[in-house]
């Protein structure tokens, strides 16, 4: 069995462990001394350690080697989400991480019936944080919050391809097996996107993609969109 994980803020030769992950690590795996963990700062490298101390407040790790983790995507590629109704939000977040999300962007738009609040945005971060340590990846994606959907466009400035999951379109307007560089892609929450949106969207360099003739729920079109892409980029299989 793969030593536990934990995220730590910085990582030294002697390492704290404390807050939340100290709680699961104490209370829920019952780790003592002597036990091998992986620690992770979000830098793509993965830290060995062994508890060496354990107190009522934190526990001591003791780093004894690193190394650089292979399950980091080779290219960039973020999800913008549109904020999604119940705990469907959780799910996609969950998901995109498993399938190598870099980065995650949850948007409102003017057909999201969601909002979204600080303690909503910082539980989807910790979804991050959790799902990264499920799949083994080194790196939590971060969680980001756009209030309206021209925000979303600006923070999808930089990314190579820009893809737009449009439910009114019939064909694509770019391959999607033809992925160059960095890849954001755009997918609407419940209600979808209108046309005002769309045109605005191509202004800012996305191009439109379908995924089918048949209409898909938000969070399904989410993580099938995102399946696609990293296939195209090699990221699965």
């Known amino acids: 069995m793969a030593p536990k994980r934990f995220f730590v803020d910085k990582i030294a030769e002697e390492t704290s462990l404390c807050g939340d992950e100290f ?3 104490r209370n829920v795996l019952r780790l003592s001394e002597g036990d091998e963990v992986t620690l992770l700062d979000g830098s793509g490298k993965e830290y060995a350690a062994v508890v ?13 080697g ?16 549109g904020a ?15 399938l190598g999300a870099s980065r995650i962007v949850v948007f409102s738009s003017r057909y999201s019936a969601a909002y979204m609040s600080d303690n909503k945005l910082e539980r ?7 799902a990264a340590k499920q799949c083994l990846r080194a790196v939590a994606p971060p969680v980001d919050f756009a209030p309206d959907f021209p925000s979303a466009l600006r923070l999808a400035e930089g990314y190579t391809t820009k893809l ?5 379109l019939t064909e694509n307007e770019a391959p999607m097996s033809e992925i160059e560089g960095s890849c954001a892609v ?29 209409i898909l729920r938000a969070e399904t ?17």
């Open 23 to 25: 709680r699961h690590a």
């Open 52 to 64: 060496s101390r354990v107190t009522k407040s934190e526990m001591t790790l003791h780093v004894v």
């Open 66 to 81: 690193v190394r650089a983790s292979d399950r980091e995507p080779a290219r960039e590629y973020c999800l913008f989400i």
């Open 84 to 98: 999604l109704k119940g705990d469907k939000t959780e799910l996609v977040v969950q998901k995109a991480v498993e």
């Open 124 to 130: 989807l971060r910790k979804v991050s944080h959790e």
């Open 164 to 168: 737009f999951a449009c439910e009114f």
């Open 186 to 214: 755009m997918v609407g929450s419940e209600g979808g996107f209108c046309e005002e949106e769309f045109s605005a969207a191509k202004e800012a360099g996305f191009h439109g993609i379908t995924l089918g003739k048949r």
């Open 221 to 237: 079109a989410a993580i099938a969109v995102l399946a696609l892409i990293a296939r195209a980029m090699g990221e699965l299989g």
